[in-house]
C-alpha cells in the first residue's frame, strides 16, 4: 500500500529517526576495552530516565516480563506474602507469575477500568502488623484499559503504616511518558521494557532498584541465574554483562535517553499529557466512553475506547489496518471485542495523533458506528490549538 504504515499500539511504539540511525551499526565487541565507554555513562542516563539517585539499573537482553521475573527472584523468597491487585490483563498476567513463583498472594481485585486501590492497601498495610507483606505490588500504567494509577499514593499508605514492605512497580507503559520519581515515591524496584517511553524495538528488559532492593537480594531465597544481580553487577561495575548484550539495543537506549533527558523529562510528560488531552477530547466528540472509570484513572499513554454495544472493536482495528494502513491496539482478555486502544506514547506529535484519531473515526464509520465525520478529529484540534506551546518568533 502506498504511503506509510502508521502505529498506534501501544508499544512497541515509533522509533525516533536518530535513535534508528544509532542502532545502524556494523557489530560490535562487547569485550573490547572501550566498550564502556558506552556502557557505563548509559547506565548512569537510563537511572536518570527513572529519577533513580541512590540505587542502579540492570540491563537485560530480555522483553518487560523478564525484568518483572528478575525483580521478584532477586528480592524476595519462595513462600512470601505480597500484596498485588488486578484491574487489567498485564496486572493479571504479574500476579500469574508471582503466584507461579510460589509467592503467597494477597490479591486485591478491582474492575477493569479501575486502578491501584490504593484504600484497600492502606487497610491491610495498618493491619499486618507482624509486617508479614514482604512487598507491596502496582501496575503504574495498565495498558490493556488504559488506566494509571497513584503510585505516590501507596508509599504515602506504606510510611503511614510504618511498614517495611518493598515498593515494586510496573512502569512498563509508564516510564519517560508520565510522571514518574523512583527518589520521591522510595520505589524499590521498578520495571520497564525498551519498546514503549524508551522508543525502541522490543529486546531490553529494564529495572531500576533502590539500594533497599539490592540489600534484599542478599538474603533473597531464590535461586537465580539469568537474571541474579549479583552477576549484572560483577560485569557491569565494569561496563560489561555476564552474557552477550543486545549491542544494538544499548545503541539506540544510549540515543533515546539523551532524547527524552534533553527534551527535558517533565516537558516529555507535558507534551504526553497534552496529547492525551486531545485523544480524550475526540472520545467525548464522538460520544463514547473510555474503559478507565474515571478522571483519575485516565491513562496519559493509552486510550481504551469502548465501542457501541453490538459493535465489535475488532472489526473497527481490522477495517483501520487492511483499508487504512493503521495498526490500532486491540483488546485483551476480558475486553476483547469492546474495546480498540490508541496508543499515545514514545516518540509522538500532534499531528500523528490528529493521524491515529482519523483514522479511528474513518474505520468506525465504516463499520456502521454513528459519527459525524471529522467531529473527533476536530475536537482534537481545538484542544490542540489552545494547549500548544507558543511559537517563539525569532528575533
Ligand atoms: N506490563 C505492562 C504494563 C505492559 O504493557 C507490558 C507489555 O505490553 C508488560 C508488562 C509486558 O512486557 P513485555 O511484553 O515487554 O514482556
Not at 540491563?59 to 500484596?83: F, H, K, M
Not at 472493536?313 to 474495546?339: C, D, M, P, W
Request: charged share 20%.
Amino acid at each position: 500500500m502506498a504511503g506509510y504504515t502508521h502505529l498506534y499500539i501501544p508499544g512497541p511504539t515509533n522509533i525516533p529517526e536518530r535513535v534508528r540511525m544509532a542502532m545502524n551499526v556494523s557489530m560490535q565487541d562487547m569485550r573490547a576495552p572501550d566498550f564502556p565507554d558506552l556502557t557505563k555513562p548509559l547506565f548512569a542516563k537510563v537511572a536518570k530516565v527513572f529519577r533513580n539517585s541512590t540505587g542502579r539499573v540492570f540491563l537485560y537482553p530480555s522483553s518487560g516480563t523478564g525484568a518483572w521475573e528478575a525483580a521478584i527472584q532477586n528480592t524476595l523468597s519462595p513462600g512470601d506474602r505480597v500484596l498485588m491487585s488486578r484491574f487489567g490483563q498485564f496486572s493479571h498476567l504479574w500476579v500469574d507469575m508471582a503466584q507461579r513463583l510460589g509467592l503467597e498472594v494477597d490479591v486485591v481485585d478491582c474492575e477493569w477500568g479501575e486502578g491501584v486501590p490504593v484504600e484497600t492497601y492502606a487497610e491491610r498495610l495498618r493491619a499486618d502488623r507482624g509486617h508479614r507483606i514482604k512487598a507491596v505490588f502496582a501496575t503504574h500504567n495498565e495498558t490493556a484499559t488504559g488506566v494509571s494509577s497513584d503510585v505516590a499514593a501507596v508509599r504515602r499508605a506504606l510510611d503511614e503504616a510504618g511498614h517495611p514492605a518493598l515498593l515494586m512497580v510496573d512502569g512498563v507503559s509508564a516510564v519517560g511518558s508520565i510522571p514518574f520519581d523512583q527518589d520521591a515515591w522510595r520505589v524499590d524496584c521498578c520495571v520497564s521494557g525498551s519498546q514503549k517511553g524508551f522508543m525502541l524495538p522490543a529486546g531490553l528488559g529494564i529495572l531500576s532498584v533502590s539500594a533497599k532492593a539490592l540489600e534484599a537480594s542478599r538474603t533473597a531465597g531464590y535461586p537465580r541465574t539469568y537474571f541474579a544481580f549479583a552477576d549484572q553487577i560483577a560485569g557491569n561495575d565494569n561496563g560489561y554483562f555476564p552474557y552477550t548484550p543486545a549491542t544494538q539495543l544499548l545503541r539506540g537506549l544510549d540515543v533515546s535517553c539523551d532524547m527524552l533527558l534533553e527534551e527535558g523529562l517533565e516537558a516529555v510528560w507535558g507534551r504526553h499529557a497534552r496529547l492525551a488531552g486531545g485523544v480524550r477530547q475526540a472520545v467525548q466528540a464522538w460520544g463514547l466512553r473510555l474503559c478507565a472509570k474515571e478522571p483519575r484513572w485516565q491513562s496519559d499513554t493509552v486510550s481504551a475506547i469502548v465501542v457501541p454495544e453490538g459493535v465489535d472493536a475488532t472489526r473497527v482495528i481490522r477495517r483501520a489496518y487492511e483499508a487504512y494502513n493503521t495498526s490500532l491496539g486491540s483488546g485483551l482478555s476480558k475486553v476483547a471485542g469492546k474495546v480498540f486502544r490508541i496508543g499515545h506514547l514514545g516518540w509522538l506529535n500532534e499531528g500523528m495523533v490528529c493521524t491515529a484519531l482519523s483514522v479511528a473515526e474513518m474505520a468506525m464509520i465504516d463499520c456502521g458506528i454513528a459519527l459525524r465525520p471529522g467531529s473527533g478529529v476536530g475536537a482534537a484540534i481545538s484542544h490542540f490549538s489552545s494547549t500548544s506551546p507558543a511559537v517563539v518568533a525569532k528575533a
